[in-house]
């Protein structure tokens, strides 16, 4: 899943290219084609990698409920083989061969006991390797539950290496190596910023890239909190909020979100006007959010907009 980390890496990322494209030849602060070259190559990785994240935690979710509707599907059709065994008639089967046979399909002592999840797949597995080595056909599992059991059994199958998370771990892994990479390109240009001036490290510069000059101790701070936002609006087809302008002294501007009885989260983050909600992850169906944005440049946020009640 995209974390706030990223998200304020690529919120940097952002901003730098678009400060730098006002900027015009001679400016002293335009980045050369390496650097700049560098950032965006970053940046477009790290978008790629973490709209990934969301990808596979998505289909680790959906492979979860299909591993977890056919593992409960599965147990109901065990239950099934055991009360198929059970109600084999005493004229047709000694108490031992029904012992025996129980024993073959994992029932121990005859008992059904628990059925954990690692249970449940296991005699799943038994029925499929047991039935053709019972001699007597009679007292095997019908062919028609042996084949529901086996489709059931596919479906954990083909579902569990995606739904216990591996490709969302190896797609989060691979987005953080991206962004710690982005993370030192974004430091790389505070640096040339720095170089750019002999105020160094003090030039207000860098507050348009939404790094923090230093001041002298004792020293006025240099910019105040964003202005409050505009009225904002949302887009429920493309998830958005939208506000006229940037408040003054933003840098950028960043969208939260509170579930009904939750708690706010950033939601996302942007250095135009328009802001998605669902960069953090898709909103859950049914429930209600409320939603609203603030200006942010390197001292914080500003105050928030107006809310906006949306159903997922």
Known sequence: MPTQDSLEQIEIGELIMAVDDGRVAGDGFKLSAAPRALVAARLADVKTKDAATLITEGGRAGASLVVRGALDTLSVLLHDGYNFLNALPSYTISKADKLAVFTSYGWLQGEIGGLDDARIESLANQALTATPLITTPAYRYPTALLDLISDQLDLVNANQPTATGGAAEAATSQRNVALELLRTANGRVRFFYCSASDDEDQTTEL??????????????????????????????AAKTLAIPALPTHATSLRAFRKPAGGVAELAGTSTGTTVSVTAMGPLSPGVTYELWVVGHNF?????????????G
Do not use: C, L, M
């Open 299 to 311: 001292r914080g946020d500003g105050p928030a907009s107006n809310h906006v009640s949306h159903t």
């Open 207 to 236: 507050a348009r890239i939404g790094k923090q000059p230093r001041r002298d101790a004792g020293a006025a701070e240099a910019q105040p909190f964003p202005d409050a936002p505009g009225t904002a609006t949302f887009d429920a």
